[in-house]
């Protein structure tokens, strides 16, 4: 039983939804039916992929977890050893057979997008890859993890059913990627102290806890763009940016000796993703 609580904790329940939804909502959109790919895929991405994405994380990130006060909530498990190699076991044997089923059920674009997403689950953590700890590359394959599920939606769509995204589903996704970037990178400015007593290296310990939540908050606003230059109802999304701009502006001066406080605009964040989800999914109703 204890390993099924940690197994949870460190699934961050919170964000299952923020894998989950972007699969459902792409595929739906594109394919126009619930059949056993958007069952299948939403569950996948809703548990097995969280349990893998966070459980290899806090396996592999255990030394530096010992300095993270933020660890033991809903942000993450602090695993003891014992756990390691249960909780790598129970992320491969839950995620490869849906995968597998998924990728028979698609075609080669399919089959390219799930391998990327997979890949970049295990890169971000693994030893020998450890992507997490190669600024500016951190940032760029935590936004995969997100953005990757959307993808593969859109891929099995196009296997199945021969659809085509056009322009605007493509600027959707960049936007969203850009997204992702900011939210890793203002994510990582809270462990900026604890990474670097751990010698973790990211895009904020690199960059300084100041210029990463500038760099966050001009990502945003570039997504914010981005959906603007897409067709109505589209430039309407733009407005979604706009919260988490707001939260960051406050720690636009932050230095590092103060980055340990951003960590109570990520738990904003946190339900923010909530509301937008939201608004999101309204607009997508309108759309279909």
Known sequence: MNLVRQLLLSSRPFSWINTAFPFAAAYLYAAREI???????????????NVAMYGINDVFDYESDLRNPRKGGIEGALLAPALHAPVLWISALSTLPPALALMLGGGPATWAAMLVSLFAVAAYSVKGLRFKE??????????????????????????????????????????????????????????VVPDREGGIASVATALGARFTVRMAVLLW?????????????????????VPYIAISLPWFNVTDETSAGVNSAWRRFIWLNYACGFLATLMLIWVW
């Open 35 to 49: 059949d056993w790919v958007l069952i299948l895929g939403a569950l996948f991405f809703l548990v097995p992929y």
């Open 221 to 241: 606003a570039a997504a914010g763009v981005l959906l603007l230059l897409g067709q109505w109802p589209t430039p309407l999304a733009a407005v979604l940016v």
């Open 134 to 191: 190669r600024p500016f590359l951190d940032s760029l394959t935590s936004s995969t993890h997100f953005v990757s599920p959307a993808v593969v939606g859109f891929a099995l769509a196009h296997d199945r059913v021969g659809y085509d995204p056009g322009a605007t589903v493509v600027l959707i996704l960049a936007a969203f990627f850009l997204w992702g970037m900011a939210a890793h990178a203002f994510g990582a400015v809270q462990d």
